[in-house]
């Protein structure tokens, strides 16, 4: 039974049709992991009995697999009462999973602010929510655009994952096809490719924009 | 089952966590060395060949890289066992990561560092060897830490291939005991046993290697 | 209580801009500054100097209230800070600082640096804060610079819009942290130029400076600081003429037959 290439290229249309889905993942998983990435941290700062509770949780996310992540949350919500659909279950994995790592990103990105920019702040009299808007979250947000860049290819590379609670991403059509067909080296061919050239293509675009922000950093 | 049952029963699989993580490094530590010092000497198109190589194992999805070996190499006649495709995969996947920190660290040295070789007389062979391995692998030893959890969670894949590691005994658990809550957070649990201490090891290389970035945490 | 001054400190004409009494701070169990008691009036323009780690950096940035410490207070005329710190806020409008690394917004245009306090602490309207930062800007002879980034620009101008950013509050006195040491020799007189130009203009100033010359020229005042205490407070003449104390003499020898 070798490889039938004409059954591959019947295969690219299905597959390609659920880039959608595996974008949509990609983009709602980066901000959710932003957005809970940066509250971490911000509490993690904060310090105190919270704080450190926040450090050891980012620990722990960092320390333990994805898939792991995937399974509890897929069978430990409907337990709780909690039923949530397979793609909305597997955004918030990724999401809390790639948290872990953005926190450290944000953390970077605060802790290379040199301290004399909060003292010239302070100096102008400015409030402490003006030096956040204006002095730091700037800065902060110039800092982290590279390392921000580079982790939505990695959650773009971590998407198939979602194949395994069967949403139907690429990897999920593909193994849908090889289902039915039970042929399974031609869309998994098809499916691995396409995903390539999907992480390299992402992987040139954010260094370009990456580029341009470090002309733009050098004005 | 009490939890320390449960608990104890993924840790049955624990042993094979260890295999595909002990054959994982055969093939990703020489990938590393061997392309990481190709990219940094080689030009032309001998430089494109190891760049394509590399970015074939590091910017494929790695789930997507497990199923397609899995699936396609015995269609072109290539039989090999679940655990030595595992290996491979997770392995060469590893070591393209790892192959980058490789290729940074030697390039990111004085060039002072080779000239003094090269007035001293010493060959180019001899130079990387004796002068530029040394100091580069040693700077970079905190990323390889990094590379080398990243390699143990991978492992959590080889469930989906047939092999009982830890995840594929939590899995086997629960299909006999309904108590995902127990069952999943021993999982995790199980993994930041073997995580943690190996992030804790990378924290402490980091302090002494790069004494000045000793805030940049590991993991 | 000033202690070991042989000579009368210079009468000072005016209430004073700022009253520091009995200043104590500690890093931990080091007591950086000892007993400080200084008054700055109106108009002054003073010098402090003294060896590396004598305390005087820490001194002026406890002016601004960028440093805590423990004990008396320094009195504004409308504001007084003491360990609490409870009129931070209202001592800090009174002065503008200029820090050794200059510490410029990179994000920002040189304009919009100056700008920024104006617009969100004064909450002046656009056009007028923009006013204002030109004319401080062309008084430190930069104004074509307004639309650059502070990456753009050589350390004796990010240096001298910083001078103009903290003129732009108005406030009642300047503070000085070493302004030219982390510069270029070749940068050093356009920016001592601004200030001077800024002291005949009548501006209170406090200056931590081992620029001699300057102070020679510029200061009415010197303190010299050495240990964590005021070992020597006299007119700018008397100091250099025959400055009393073994640490004050050491120190201008030592600077001067550089």
């Given amino acids: 039974m070798g490889f039938n290439l004409d059954f591959a290229l019947s295969t690219v249309p299905t597959i390609i049709g659920a880039i959608g889905t595996t974008l949509i993942a990609t983009v709602l998983s980066c901000v959710g992991a932003s957005v809970l990435g940066f509250t971490f941290e911000m509490i993690r700062r904060g310090g105190g009995a919270t704080g450190l509770a926040v450090r050891f949780l980012i620990d722990f996310i960092r320390s333990t697999p994805v898939l792991a992540w995937l399974y509890f949350l897929y069978f430990v919500l409907p337990f709780y009462g909690i039923r949530l659909g397979a793609m909305t279950v597997g955004i918030l994995g990724l999401s809390l999973y790639y948290s872990g790592y953005l926190a450290e990103v944000f953390k970077a990105g605060i802790d290379a602010i040199p301290r004399g920019q909060q003292e010239a702040a302070r100096a102008l009299s400015l409030t402490r929510r003006d030096t956040v808007v204006f002095v730091i979250a700037p800065q902060m947000l110039r800092n982290v655009a590279a390392p921000l860049g580079n982790y939505l290819v990695s959650i773009l590379k971590a998407t198939p994952y979602l194949a395994i609670l069967a949403v139907p991403e690429m990897l999920g059509r593909a193994f849908d096809i090889a289902s039915e067909t039970y042929r399974y080296a031609e869309p998994l061919t098809v499916a691995g490719i396409l995903f390539l050239a999907l992480a390299l293509l992402t992987s040139y675009g954010v260094k370009r924009i990456e580029q341009r922000l470090l002309a733009a950093g050098r004005r | ?219 | 209580m000033l202690t070991q001054a042989p000579h009368p400190v210079p009468a000072v004409q005016s209430i004073p801009h700022v009253r520091i009494e009995g200043l104590n701070k500690w890093f931990g169990a080091l007591h950086v500054l000892k007993n400080i008691d200084l008054s700055v009036g109106a108009g002054a323009r003073i010098v402090v100097c003294g060896p590396s780690g004598s305390g005087k950096s820490t001194l002026i940035r406890c002016i601004n209230g960028l440093e805590p410490f423990q004990k008396g207070t320094i009195q504004f005329e409308a504001a007084t800070l003491d360990k609490d710190g409870r009129d931070t806020s209202k001592a800090r409008r009174q002065t503008g600082m200029v820090f050794q690394s200059f510490n410029l917004f990179p994000h920002l245009t040189v304009l919009a640096n100056c700008t920024l306090a104006l617009r969100r602490v004064l909450l002046k309207p656009a056009r007028e804060a923009e006013e204002i930062a030109m004319r401080h800007l062309t008084a430190v002879h930069i104004p074509e610079k307004a639309q650059a980034y502070p990456a753009q620009l050589s350390g004796g101008q990010q240096q001298r819009v910083a001078i103009a950013r903290a003129l732009c509050l108005n406030p009642r006195i300047m503070l000085f942290d070493e302004p030219t040491s982390a510069l270029d020799p070749e940068m050093i007189k356009e920016v001592l130029d601004v200030m001077i130009a800024l002291a005949g203009s009548g501006v209170t100033m406090v200056c931590v400076t081992h620029e001699m010359g300057f102070a020679r020229e510029v200061a009415d005042e010197i303190v010299f600081m050495d240990e964590g205490r005021i070992v020597e407070h006299a007119s700018s003449r008397d100091f250099f003429s025959r400055a009393a104390h073994p640490r004050a003499r050491l120190f201008l020898d030592t600077i001067l037959s550089n």
């Avoid at chain 2, 590091?58 to 290996?87: E, H, K, Q």
């Avoid at chain 2, 393209?96 to 003094?116: D, K, M, N, W």
């Avoid at chain 2, 130079?127 to 100091?135: V, Y």
């Fill in chain 2, 1 to 219: 089952m009490s939890l320390l049952e449960i608990w104890l029963g993924i840790l049955q699989g624990l042993g094979i966590t260890a295999e595909v993580t002990a054959y994982g490094l055969v093939f990703a530590v020489p990938f590393a060395l061997v392309f990481g010092v190709a990219q940094f000497l080689a030009t032309g198109m001998t430089r494109f060949v190891v760049t394509a190589v590399i970015e074939f194992w590091r910017s494929s999805a790695v789930v997507i890289l497990l199923f397609f070996f899995y699936y396609v190499l015995p269609v072109m006649g290539v039989t090999l066992s679940a655990l030595t495709v595992s290996s491979l995969v997770l392995g060469l996947n590893a070591g393209g990561y790892a192959s980058q920190a490789v290729r940074a660290g030697l390039q990111s040295l004085p060039p002072g560092q080779r000239e003094a070789g090269m007035a001293l007389g010493l060959s180019r062979p001899a130079i990387l060897l004796l002068i530029e391995l040394p100091q580069a692998l040693v700077a970079m030893s905190p990323t390889f830490v990094n590379n080398l959890i990243q390699l143990v969670k991978a492992t959590s894949l080889v469930s989906l291939v047939t092999l009982t590691d830890m995840t594929f005994r939590a899995k086997e658990i629960a299909q006999t005991d309904y108590d995902p809550v127990a069952i999943y957070s021993a999982l995790l649990l199980a993994f930041f046993v073997v995580c943690y201490p190996i992030a804790l090891a990378g924290r402490w290389l980091e302090a002494r290697v790069n004494p000045e970035r000793g805030t940049s945490r590991g993991i």
